[in-house]
């Protein structure tokens, strides 16, 4: 059974950091894209970052680079995405999603509904 499981979120003042999670069960992830989106309320969802199958080349949106760190351990089986320098804007539910109907190679499915499988979503509030 496939499943993704995010964690890591909450409350956390501007500029400060936090380390969200995707624990994957039911495939491997290391031969697969994962990518991290975000929806604010009343926002459309977003795609933040991707790490590509294998090879883990990453892509960031623009409004997240510089700033947030995607990466793979392949042992746990879990991606994770390092958000430094964190501003009030970047409040959202942060999902995790993979695609495991297509093989990638080093790019990343291109838009959200190129994913099939989603995580629950974890709560990200910057705020003073």
């Known amino acids: 059974q496939v499943q993704l499981v995010e964690s890591g979120g909450g409350l956390v003042q501007p500029g400060g950091s936090l380390r969200l999670s995707c624990a994957a069960s039911?495939?491997?992830?290391?031969?697969?894209?994962i990518g991290w989106f975000r929806q604010a309320p009343g926002k459309e969802r977003e795609g933040v970052s991707c790490?590509?199958?294998?090879?883990?080349?990453?892509y960031y949106a623009d409004s997240v680079k510089g700033r947030f760190t995607i990466s793979r351990d392949n042992a746990k089986n879990t991606v994770y995405l390092q958000m430094n320098g964190l501003k009030p804007e970047d409040t959202a539910v942060y999902y995790c999603?993979?695609?495991?109907?297509?093989?990638?190679?080093?790019?990343?499915?291109?838009?959200?509904?190129?994913?099939?499988?989603w995580g629950q979503g974890t709560q990200v509030t910057v705020s003073s």
């Open positions: 999603a993979t695609d495991l109907s297509t093989l990638w190679g080093s790019s990343c499915p291109p838009r959200s509904y190129d994913y099939d499988y």
């Open positions: 039911g495939f491997i992830l290391y031969y697969y894209a």
């Open positions: 790490i590509s199958s294998s090879d883990g080349i990453t």
